[in-house]
């Protein structure tokens, strides 16, 4: 069974200031996706970065990057020079794939940001 | 704005009404998901479409009837529900097993 743990309920950062958001994992599966998604108060859900457990670089998008560490079992997300937008619940979750086409996504209980003017 | 649609955006109804949330998307993905989400809470996997075949149900009542009309559709028809049934709404799409699912802004659900 897959398993996401964030341990950070909520946290807070200054405006233009980094963040990282903390996520570590456990499962058996040699292959496996890990992904971040943002949550704000009106509900949508917006995917942010991916990263797969085979590649060898950390993925980056933007202001976003995924600090993946796979003997550690973590893949924290770095928010760089954050913003007002930013305030909002951020989700990890793991991917487990299906040989129908599909795929099972188990979510950790989430962390909210706020940022502070 | 999202590429996943979802209608409508807020529904109030008693428990005796029968009513359906709406999903659809046009990026050519074959599999859909029905997420369920109380607040501060997870996204909880309810139902899984793969090729428009039921491909994972996660033991939902039946109160819940999915339905995929066609590889852009999807429904779920909802009946006699009960006050705990209040919740978020998500709909989801991948392009497969591999990439990320893409969610629609949700449907408010409140049960009076």
């Known amino acids: 069974a897959q398993k996401i743990t964030q341990t950070q309920p909520g946290m807070f950062v200054q405006e233009k200031e980094a963040v990282t958001l903390d996520c570590t994992y456990d499962?058996?599966?040699?292959?496996?996706?890990l992904f971040w998604y943002k949550q704000p108060s009106s509900g949508e859900m917006i995917f942010l970065i991916y990263?797969?457990?085979?590649?060898?670089q950390n993925a980056t998008e933007g202001r976003y990057s995924l600090n993946f560490q796979k003997a550690r079992k973590s893949a924290n997300l770095v928010i760089s020079a954050s913003q007002l937008g930013d305030s909002a619940m951020y989700f990890c979750?793991?991917?487990?794939?299906?040989?129908?086409?599909?795929?099972?996504?188990?979510f950790g209980i989430g962390t909210k940001l706020q940022v502070i003017p | 704005d999202t590429e996943v649609t979802q209608t409508p955006k807020h529904l109030v109804m008693g428990m005796t009404n029968k009513k359906s949330l709406k999903c659809e998307q046009h990026?050519?993905?074959?599999?859909m998901y029905w997420y369920k989400q109380k607040a501060k809470k997870p996204p909880e996997l309810m139902f899984v479409?793969?090729?428009?075949?039921?491909?994972i149900n996660e033991s939902v009542p039946s109160r819940f009837s999915p339905e995929c009309p066609n590889s852009s559709l999807l429904n779920l028809h909802l009946h006699a529900l009960q006050p705990e049934d209040s919740a978020l709404y998500l709909c989801?799409?991948?392009?497969?097993?591999?990439?990320?699912?893409?969610f629609g802004d949700g449907t408010r659900l409140s049960i009076l």
């Open positions: 479409y793969s090729y428009e075949k039921l491909s």
């Open positions: 990263q797969g457990s085979y590649d060898e």
């Open positions: 979750a793991m991917r487990e794939r299906y040989s129908g086409g599909y795929q099972k996504v188990t």
């Open positions: 990026m050519g993905h074959r599999a």
């Open positions: 499962t058996s599966d040699q292959s496996y996706g």
């Open positions: 989801a799409s991948s392009f497969g097993s591999n990439q990320p699912q893409h």
